[in-house]
């Protein structure tokens, strides 16, 4: 198992839960986009912990003969984050129909 496979895998289980009530909204986004607000407060947790887990990933690589090593490391990572989570990178975009941009 690969550094990325297992920090993965060690991401999804200390937080299953977090993951596990994502799961359906980011589906229902993904059909219908009529869950906007809970996909953004639900998704930027799950972000959080994402990026949290990609840094402890690449922590101390960035310096130096390894940077290169770290930016692909964190690409494999969030590839597989995509893989679960295909629109995980709309997560904080608000499209412009959303009522926090309606008008006043």
């Known amino acids: 198992m690969t550094k990325n496979d297992?920090?993965?895998q060690l991401m999804s289980e200390k937080h299953a839960e977090l993951f596990a009530a994502f799961d359906p909204i980011h589906q229902q986004?993904?059909?219908n986009r009529?869950?906007?607000d809970a996909f953004h407060n639900e998704?930027?947790?799950v972000v959080d912990v994402i990026r949290s887990w990609e840094r402890r990933l690449c922590s101390g690589m960035e310096r130096g003969q390894h940077a290169q090593y770290s930016q692909?490391?964190?690409e494999k990572?969030?590839?597989k984050?995509?893989?679960r989570y295909p629109?995980?990178?709309m997560v904080g975009l608000k499209s412009k129909t959303s009522s926090s941009f309606g008008t006043p």
Do not use: C, D, P
């Open 81 to 83: 984050v995509k893989v």
């Open 34 to 36: 009529s869950n906007e």
């Open 6 to 8: 297992r920090y993965f």
């Open 87 to 89: 629109l995980i990178e």
């Open 29 to 31: 986004f993904e059909k």
């Open 72 to 74: 692909r490391l964190a």
């Open 77 to 79: 990572f969030w590839t």
């Open 43 to 45: 998704g930027q947790k």
